[in-house]
C-alpha cells in the first residue's frame, strides 16, 4: 500500500460528546448551522454537534435510522427500516442536555422488501438533489444478496431497484460533476466498489465496471466521500483506515483511524477542509476509541454535500 500520511492528526471530536455509537453513520455537514449530523442506527438516533459551541443534541426516531439527507428548508429525508421518511427534529431550545427530543416522522414511500429483516443503509443525493439510497438485509452473517439500490427524486417517486443483488449496500458518491457515480458493497464476501457513467438529466446510471477491489487492499469499503479533486475517499472498515483513489482508481493515500470500524466520511467545516469520519463500536468493544466521530484535516477540501431537490 502506498501513498501513508502518518503525519495526519486524527483527533475525536469532543463537540460530539463521551458516549460512542453502536454504528455511526451518515455524517451530514450541515453548513448553515455550522454543524455535523450523524446517525447511530440501532439506537434509532440523529444526532447533532454544533462545532463551535461544542452542543450536542440527539432525537430518537420510532425505528432504526440508516442515512439522512437535508432539503433547502432544513426538513430531514431519511432512510430508515420500513421506508423513506421525512422527519422533522423538533426545536431543540430550551431542552436539558442529553436529553433526546421528539422526531417527527412522515413515510414518504417503502420498496416492495422481498423479506423480512431488512432496512435501509446507505444513502445520499446527487449533485441534481435526487435521493439515492439501498436497501439490505440486517443479519449479515446469512450474507443474503436481496438488498438494491433506489431513487427517489423531487416529485416524490421512488424507483425500481436501479441495482440489485447486493449483500451490504454502501459507499455512493459522485464526482465534482456529477457524470460518475459511485457504489460498493462492503460484506466480506464482495470488498467491490464500482463506477457508473451517470446521466446527470435523467439520473441514470450505465457502464458499471469495478472501480477498486478492496481483496487487494485492507479492509471493507463503507461509507465514502468525494473530494474536490474528484477523488474518492473510503472507509475501510475492520482496517482502521481511509483510502484515497483517484478518478482512475489508483489508491494514493492512505490515513489511519484509531477506531477499527471507521464507517463513514464527510468533509465539513467553514472552508470544507475537514474530513469527519463516523465508526462502529463491535460487540467486543475493541478499542477505546471505536463508535466515536473523528477530525482530520488532510490537505484536500471536499464539496458542499448537495440537499434533496423536493419538499418534504
Known sequence: MTGATASTKVERLEAAGPLPAATGESPVWRAAEQALYWVDIPAKKIVRAQIETGRRTEWMLPEQVACIAFNRDGAVLA???????????????????????????????APAFPRAGMRFNDGRCDRQGRFW????????????????????????????????????????????DGATMYLSDSHPLRRLIWAFDYDIESGEPRNRRVFADLHHYAGRPDGAAVDADGCYWICA???????????????????AVPAVKPAMCAFGGRDLDTLFVTSIRPGNGASEHDGHVFALRPGVSGLPEPEFAGKL
Open 133 to 176: 439510497a439501498g436497501t439490505m438485509v440486517m443479519d449479515m452473517a446469512a450474507a443474503i444478496p436481496d438488498g438494491a439500490l433506489y431513487r427517489f427524486d423531487a416529485s416524490g417517486a421512488l424507483s425500481a431497484p436501479i441495482v440489485d443483488a447486493l449483500i451490504t449496500q454502501n459507499g455512493l458518491g459522485w464526482s465534482p
Open 237 to 255: 472498515n475492520d482496517a482502521g483506515l481511509l483510502l484515497r483513489f483517484t478518478p482512475q482508481g489508483k489508491l494514493d493515500r492512505h490515513i
Open 79 to 109: 432512510g430508515c427500516e420500513t421506508g423513506l421518511f421525512a422527519v422533522t427534529l423538533d426545536d431543540a431550545s430550551g431542552a436539558s442536555s442529553g436529553e433526546p427530543l421528539k422526531a417527527t416522522v412522515r413515510k414518504l414511500a
